[in-house]
């Protein structure tokens, strides 16, 4: 089953990476900055 990385952590599905990371980025940028910044950076592994 494929797992998905950002920053170094990683998470069982995106939307479980989404709802775990925003609280820390909401501060900084907005949702749709925030979507963005998640689809460059995210990585699949396995």
């Known amino acids: ?3 998905y990385k ?3 952590a990683k ?3 995106v939307e479980e990476l989404k709802e775990s ?3 820390l980025y ?3 940028m907005t949702r749709e900055e ?3 910044y998640v689809a460059e ?3 699949v592994v396995d």
């Open 1 to 3: 089953m494929a797992r």
């Open 6 to 8: 950002i920053d170094g």
């Open 11 to 13: 998470f069982q599905s």
């Open 21 to 23: 990371l925003w609280p």
């Open 26 to 28: 909401e501060g900084r």
């Open 34 to 36: 925030f979507e963005k």
């Open 41 to 43: 950076k995210m990585e």
